[in-house]
Structures are given as C-alpha cells and as structure tokens.
T-cell receptor
Framework: AQTVTQSQPEMSVQEAETVTLSCTYDTSENNYYLFWYKQPPSRQMILVIRQEAYKQQNATENRFSVNFQKAAKSFSLKISDSQLGDTAMYFC????????????FGDGTTLTVKP | GAGVSQTPSNKVTEKGKYVELRCDPI?????LYWYRQSLGQGPEFLIY????????DSGLPNDRFFAVRPEGSVSTLKIQRTERGDSAVYLC?????????????FGPGTRLLVL
C-alpha cells in the first residue's frame, strides 16, 4: 500500500521569506507521479506542481519548486518570496502510473503567511 | 470556461436517510474522480470514472456508497442509510487526460452533515 506522510501540521512564514514543506512517501513502485496541491480557505483545491518519478530534474513553477529525493522517498515543496495569497492548506499526493485514477494524499500542512 | 461544479454545496440529513451528491465536470473531460475529505485529513479516493464506466471503485467504503455517470458527463454519488461517520466534504475532480499525467481540476465540494 502507498502512504504519504506530512510531518508538519502547521507552519508559518513571513511575507517575502522562503519556506519548505516536507513530504515523505512509501511505495514499492518505480513509475509514479508526485504532486503538491493547494487548498485555500475557500476549499477549492488546485494543483501547484507535479513531478514525474523517472525525471531527475526537480520541477519548478514560478516561485514554487520541489526537492525530489527518490532514494529517500522525499518530496519537499519550497515556496520562495512568500505572498499573503499563499496562505492555505498544502497537500502532498502520490499516484502510480499503472493505477491511473487513484491518488493518495497526505493529511496536509496548514501554511500561514504573515504580513 | 466554467470549472467543476458540485451541488448542493451543503447538505444536512438525518441518520438513515438517502442522499445524492452531484458533480458537473469541465466540458470534454472524460475522467472524473470522487474523493472524501474528513475534517483535518487529506482527500481519500473513492471512485474513478473513465467515460461512463467506473474504472476503479476500490475506494468506496462499503455497499451503501454507489456512483454513476450514465452519459459520461455528470456524475452522482449516492449514499444509502447514511451514518454519522459519513459526515465529510465530498470532492469531485475531472481531467481531460486520464491518469496521473492529466491535471485534476477540483470542484468546491459538498459538505455533508449527518445528524
């Protein structure tokens, strides 16, 4: 069974600073995708960034980047130049390529960006 | 264009009653997913449709839960003989491409409260 663990239930960061959210996962599969989703207080979840396991290069989307350590099964999210609008719950998720529909989510990290 | 919509946004029912939750995916999206999100937890996969058929229903907790997508567009999640433990936010997502390479777009959810 696949599991996703987010060990930081809550984090805070000052506006314009950098913050890193941690995620570890467990799987025996080799071909999978990892995701970070953002869920603002309004509840609608959006995809922040996606990483394919077979790609060694870390994914980057503007201020968001990941540190993917496949051997360690670690997938952290770095948010640079934090903005007030980044305040949200962040979920790490995992999906095996051969199990097309099923994503496994962690329990989330609540991030608060302080002015 | 319009995003994923879910109705109702809130549903309060009594233990033992039957409820239907509706999801309208983004037009043209062939893949549709249902998740359940309990308070303080990440989304939990329930079922995945590719077109009209349920490609993976391994996440449905028991036979009180059933979902349909008769025309490959709108989907309805049906819960019979509701229990207090069914109280959660039910999220729907759709994607143009099936599998983890396709971006899932989430709806705002239906908050179900079973009294």
């Amino acid at each position: 069974a696949q599991t996703v663990t987010q060990s930081q239930p809550e984090m805070s960061v000052q506006e314009a600073e950098t913050v890193t959210l941690s995620c570890t996962y467990d799987t025996s599969e080799n071909n999978y995708y990892l995701f970070w989703y953002k869920q603002p207080p309004s509840r609608q979840m959006i995809l922040v960034i996606r990483q394919e396991a077979y790609k060694q290069q870390n994914a980057t989307e503007n201020r968001f980047s990941v540190n993917f350590q496949k051997a360690a099964k670690s997938f952290s999210l770095k948010i640079s130049d934090s903005q007030l609008g980044d305040t949200a719950m962040y979920f790490c998720a995992f999906s095996v390529v051969t199990n097309a529909g099923k994503s496994t989510f962690g329990d989330g990290t609540t991030l608060t960006v302080k002015p | 264009g319009a995003g994923v919509s879910q109705t109702p946004s809130n549903k309060v029912t009594e233990k033992g009653k039957y409820v239907e939750l509706r999801c309208d995916p983004i037009s043209g999206h062939t893949a549709l997913y249902w998740y359940r999100q309990s308070l303080g937890q990440g989304p939990e996969f329930l079922i995945y449709f590719q077109g009209t058929g349920a490609a993976d229903d391994s996440g449905l907790p028991n036979d009180r839960f059933f979902a349909v997508r008769p025309e490959g567009s709108v989907s309805t999640l049906k819960i019979q003989r509701t229990e207090r433990g069914d109280s959660a936010v039910y999220l729907c997502a759709s994607s143009l491409d099936p599998g983890p390479s396709g971006t899932q777009y989430f709806g705002p959810g239906t908050r179900l409260l079973v009294l």
